[in-house]
């Protein structure tokens, strides 16, 4: 009797194991673009179902973008037939990149040079030095790829939008557009489950954006106080804009939203940490005048094989940008989260 009792229990788990599976491929089946699937060659478990996907920040309680959509404003002087058809082929024309950051190597004159010194120590903004547009053509299969100008640095990226004279094929509109690659979802060997691309990634290439509820300040530390210490942590604060002085005007980190990827979000929250990554978090904005709400998006920092896991730096963190966990210049110690990553220039912490 006992062993017909086991059998009947463990039939049971089976079948629900199955019945939960199911559920989770039926929820990856209607997230929009590029197929997202699930593999487990390791064992049984499947992601929790109390997850929501979503395709754009849902607004928590206390935020609000109204009056920042009433400030955005795009570019006039750029035509959809320009560029070979491509939009906006000027940066000097393009208003959308009037604070983005400046290319020294195109300033030619003294008064140039003096003012990107100015804005390098944060006396000057950077209208009217020259800039780049965010995305160049990979010469081999013609995609559009982040330029290195942004990949190898930390500067925020400016893109057109529906307000915008050049067009809705505008060569500066590439992550508003979506995800354009596949995306699965595997049980890793000793982390949980982790994410990968089923096909050849470029260097440069545009993965997926990080999504998630905006909440503010508040709310988030009443979120981090009911969390034991250990516990994953799915927060990214949205201050890239902030600033540490009182002057009129300036942006302080209280007042920035914070995007809580725990109970809704996309495919990217899978992705793990590594010290050595193969992926970016850029972030990406449509209103050039608000400092408050923009996107969070993935590239690849290098070409990518099939198959190989992504990972991203959860410590690749500027003063002014929040990665998972940690707060602006948090620094390493004895009690810090262990590393799990494998990296041989591996730190051995993750946070504090």
């Excluded at 009217?128 to 160049?136: E, S, W």
């Excluded at 988030?220 to 516990?231: F, H, L, P, Q």
């Excluded at 500027?318 to 948090?330: F, K």
Aim: hydrophobic residues 30%; proline residues 5%.
């Amino acid at each position: 009797m006992l062993s017909v009792a086991k059998r009947h229990r463990s039939g049971g788990v089976r079948q629900g194991r199955k019945l939960l599976q199911k559920q989770f491929l039926e929820k990856l089946a209607r997230i929009p673009g590029p197929p997202v699937t699930f593999k487990n060659d390791v064992n049984k478990d499947t992601p929790s179902l109390a997850f929501t996907y979503i395709q754009e920040y849902v607004l928590g309680e206390g935020v609000s973008r109204a009056d920042l959509d009433a400030v955005k404003t795009g570019c006039d002087e750029c035509r959809p037939d320009m560029g070979a058809n491509r939009g906006c082929q000027y940066t000097r024309k393009c208003k959308c990149l009037e604070y983005a950051a400046p290319d020294l190597t195109r300033c030619k004159t003294d008064k140039q040079r003096e003012q990107y010194a100015a804005w390098e120590r944060g006396e000057m903004g950077s209208e009217g030095l020259p800039k780049r547009f965010p995305y160049r053509t990979d010469p081999i299969n013609k995609m559009l790829v982040l330029d290195n100008f942004y990949l190898e640095s930390r500067n925020p990226i400016y893109e057109c939008n529906e307000l915008c004279d050049c067009g809705k094929n505008c060569k500066n509109r590439l992550v508003q557009k979506g995800r354009k690659v596949p995306l699965e979802i595997f049980r890793t060997l000793g982390r949980d489950f982790g994410l990968r691309c089923p096909i050849d990634l470029k260097r440069g290439q545009y993965i997926d954006r990080y999504l998630g509820e905006l909440i503010t300040d508040a709310e988030t530390s009443a979120r981090e106080a009911t969390g034991s210490y250990d516990k994953a942590s799915y927060l990214f604060s949205l201050d890239k804009h902030a600033e540490d002085d009182d002057r009129p005007g300036a942006l302080h980190k209280r007042d920035c939203y914070v995007a809580d990827g725990e109970k809704m979000g996309g495919p990217t929250r899978f992705i793990n940490h590594s010290c050595d990554p193969n992926c970016r978090l850029f972030t990406v904005s449509y209103n050039r005048n608000d400092r408050l709400i923009y996107d969070l998006a993935f590239f690849a920092l290098e070409n990518i094989p099939a198959g190989e896991e992504l990972t991203f730096d959860y410590m690749d963190v500027e003063d002014t940008e929040s990665a998972p966990g940690q707060a602006p210049n948090d620094t390493m110690d004895v009690g810090g989260v262990k590393c799990l990553c494998g990296a041989e220039n591996c730190r051995g912490k993750l946070w504090m």
